[in-house]
């Protein structure tokens, strides 16, 4: 029953345990923020990253959907009776529709997922260049006090 109380209490809590705690010249109210924003640009990243790989799964059913659709189509032409040249000539056509689509399928998920990297990308680079720029701040106010 206690170590229940002392819980409550904030006995495990470390901000209260550590709140009045100082270290000659560290800002601890500087690094905590410093750090909540690099969480929020990590949460940022993993959301543009998660919508990505969402936007790439829904583009692979549509897809294949789409795929499933065009296949009786393609089963009743291979079915009809016609002249060996005719049927090559079907075949040799399906064949070309079917890989220009599946090149153009490929291109758009190749841009679906890089649009996706660099948005990840463009998020994690701005808030380095952020800390670098309050690092700078920082030390200058710590020289300036001294």
């Not at 495990?12 to 010249?25: A, H, I, Q, V």
């Not at 790439?56 to 897809?63: K, L, S, Y």
């Not at 291979?78 to 220009?100: G, I, M, S």
């Amino acid at each position: 029953m206690a170590k229940a109380e002392a819980r409550k209490k904030g006995f495990f809590d470390l901000t209260k345990g550590f709140g009045d705690f100082r270290l000659p010249g560290l800002d601890i109210e500087t690094l905590v923020t410093t750090q909540r924003k690099n969480l929020e640009a990590m949460t940022q990243a993993s959301q543009l990253a998660l919508e990505g790989a969402q936007a790439v799964a829904q583009r692979h059913v549509e897809i294949v959907r789409q795929v499933i659709e065009e296949v009786p189509a393609v089963l009743r032409d291979w079915t009809e009776p016609c002249a060996a040249e005719h049927r090559l000539a079907k075949n040799v056509d399906v064949t070309k529709q079917a890989l220009e689509a599946c090149v153009a399928n490929a291109r758009e998920l190749a841009e679906i997922t890089a649009k996706a990297g660099n948005d990840v990308v463009s998020v994690l680079t701005r808030r380095m260049s952020e800390s670098f720029d309050d690092l700078r701040l920082y030390t200058k106010k710590q020289f300036a006090m001294q």
